[in-house]
């Protein structure tokens, strides 16, 4: 398909059009321009990581009996598409994230001062975490107030390139401890006998998911961002003693 031909409907003018009227639709849903532009970038950068991959895919369909000339040639050709597409990626994702500090430019403690926590940072994990909790348990009753300042101390603690990719970490959190957080939530979170209120508050919130996972890589820099945001201490202490329960 040639996604220059004005025809198939996928030329450039059709891509910008589409990407302004996404623009329009998120402005007038409260989403400023910057943030829909973090937005769009990192589709974009999902987009050709994905390519990437269906690149690769493809290339292990090559037809058999050409020669070695021939499965040379694809190969090195798939290989120049493959890097293309990462660069592209790559790019896409600066756009949205910024450009890595590199580990020479890093302060003495080799810790990168983290850029400021943004709504669209707090509200793709809040989707993130709100799917997964309900994998586990039933939607609570308890919608906490605090939910926002709780996901913004835990975003604190990652680099702005580590929350893009902060879904899939939690994805693969929630896969690895799928027995454990079942536990933790039917002795702890809705439906259990422990009050909707109190130290184990947490349990009956999908933020819940994003704070145990901080606490599992990095729990240190996690309590300092709650005392830094002044959250109840009882939250984070409760929710970490019901989980080291149940881990065990």
């Known amino acids: 398909m040639n996604l220059s031909d004005p025809e198939n409907g996928l030329n450039s003018a059709s891509v910008i059009n589409a990407k302004k009227t996404l623009h329009e639709l998120l402005g007038r849903a409260g989403v400023s321009a910057a943030e829909a532009d973090v937005l769009i970038a990192l589709v974009e950068a999902g987009a050709l990581a994905h390519a990437q991959g269906e690149v690769g895919a493809a290339e292990g369909e090559a037809p058999t009996g050409k020669g070695e000339l021939y499965d040379s040639g694809r190969q090195d050709g798939a290989q120049a598409v493959r890097d293309e597409l990462r660069h592209l990626a790559e790019r896409a994702l600066r756009r949205a994230t910024g450009p890595t500090v590199p580990a020479h430019r890093l302060p003495p403690d080799g810790r990168a001062a983290h850029a400021p926590v943004g709504r669209v940072d707090v509200e793709r994990t809040n989707v993130a975490v709100t799917a997964l909790y309900l994998t586990f348990t039933q939607p609570s009753d308890l919608d906490p107030e605090m939910a926002d300042e709780v996901l913004t101390a835990v975003l604190s603690t990652m680099s702005a390139r580590e929350r893009a990719g902060y879904p899939g970490r939690l994805d693969a959190f929630?896969?690895?401890?799928?027995?454990?957080?079942?536990?933790?939530?039917?002795?702890?979170?809705?439906?259990?006998?422990?009050?909707?209120?109190?130290?184990?508050?947490?349990?009956?919130?999908?933020?819940?998911?994003?704070?145990?996972?901080?606490?599992?890589?990095?729990?240190?820099?996690?309590?300092?961002?709650?005392?830094?945001?002044?959250?109840?201490?009882g939250w984070l202490d409760g929710l970490a003693t019901a989980w080291r329960a149940c881990l065990g």
């Open 174 to 233: 929630a896969e690895a401890h799928g027995e454990s957080l079942t536990r933790l939530y039917a002795e702890y979170g809705p439906g259990s006998g422990i009050a909707v209120h109190g130290r184990h508050s947490l349990a009956h919130s999908p933020t819940s998911i994003a704070v145990l996972e901080r606490l599992d890589s990095a729990a240190d820099a996690l309590r300092a961002a709650w005392d830094g945001a002044e959250l109840p201490p």
